[in-house]
């Protein structure tokens, strides 16, 4: 009987993408709690699985356990290639301004975009922390960058506010 069950076990162990996949349902859902237990599961079945980091960084987030947060978007940046470099520094650099650390969030920000020049986002969040630290011209210049690589929400903005920037750029 022993042997049998043995034998059953691996079979029907749950795989780390199976894991990954129920967490990312949960996520869906909104039930952040259960999601983040499947993404650990995830994880210690695959101790290198960068997109379940990513994602269980996403759900401490929500969940607003920040130091979490930041300990899962680093291990992303450890483990992960270029694209998911530029996201787990965007994601850190999201967390770290939610917390107040506008400087920290900046660096990262930047890190982003030194794998992903064109990510949007990166350069209108980085102008945002710029804004809260008083760098007004380094704001600006973030937004104007966001705008040239595809924010029309900055961009529209920028021609409402400050049409000026547009014309001299």
Same mark, same amino acid.
């Given at each position: 009987?022993?042997?049998?069950?043995?034998?059953?076990?691996?079979?029907?162990?749950?795989?780390?993408?199976?894991?990954?996949?129920? /967490?990312?349902?949960? *996520?869906?859902?909104?039930?952040?709690?259960? !999601?983040? %237990?499947? +993404? &650990?599961?995830? =994880?210690?079945?695959?101790?290198?699985?960068?997109?379940?980091?990513?994602?269980? /960084?996403?759900?401490? *987030?929500?969940?607003?356990?920040?130091?979490? !947060?930041? %300990?899962? +978007? &680093?291990?992303? =940046?450890?483990?992960?290639?270029?694209?998911?470099?530029?996201?787990?520094?965007?994601?850190?650099?999201?967390?770290?301004?939610?917390?107040?650390?506008?400087?920290?969030?900046?660096?990262?920000?930047?890190?982003?975009?030194?794998?992903?020049?064109?990510?949007?986002?990166?350069?209108?969040?980085?102008?945002?922390?710029?804004?809260?630290?008083?760098?007004?011209?380094?704001?600006?210049?973030?937004?104007?960058?966001?705008?040239?690589?595809?924010?029309?929400?900055?961009?529209?903005?920028?021609?409402?506010?400050?049409?000026?920037?547009?014309?001299?750029?």
């Amino acid at each position: 009987l022993l042997s049998m069950f043995i034998s059953w076990a691996p079979l029907h162990a749950e795989s780390a993408k199976q894991s990954f996949d129920k /967490g990312y349902r949960s *996520h869906l859902k909104g039930n952040h709690s259960t !999601a983040a %237990k499947h +993404y &650990t599961k995830a =994880i210690k079945r695959k101790p290198s699985y960068a997109q379940a980091y990513l994602m269980r /960084g996403a759900t401490y *987030h929500s969940l607003k356990q920040y130091e979490l !947060a930041l %300990k899962d +978007y &680093t291990r992303v =940046i450890e483990l992960g290639d270029a694209y998911f470099k530029a996201v787990g520094h965007f994601n850190r650099g999201v967390v770290q301004y939610d917390v107040g650390r506008y400087k920290a969030s900046i660096i990262d920000f930047t890190w982003a975009l030194s794998f992903d020049h064109k990510m949007a986002m990166s350069y209108l969040h980085r102008g945002i922390a710029k804004g809260r630290i008083g760098d007004r011209k380094g704001q600006v210049t973030d937004f104007l960058y966001a705008a040239r690589t595809g924010d029309f929400e900055v961009r529209k903005w920028l021609e409402q506010h400050a049409p000026h920037v547009l014309e001299r750029r």
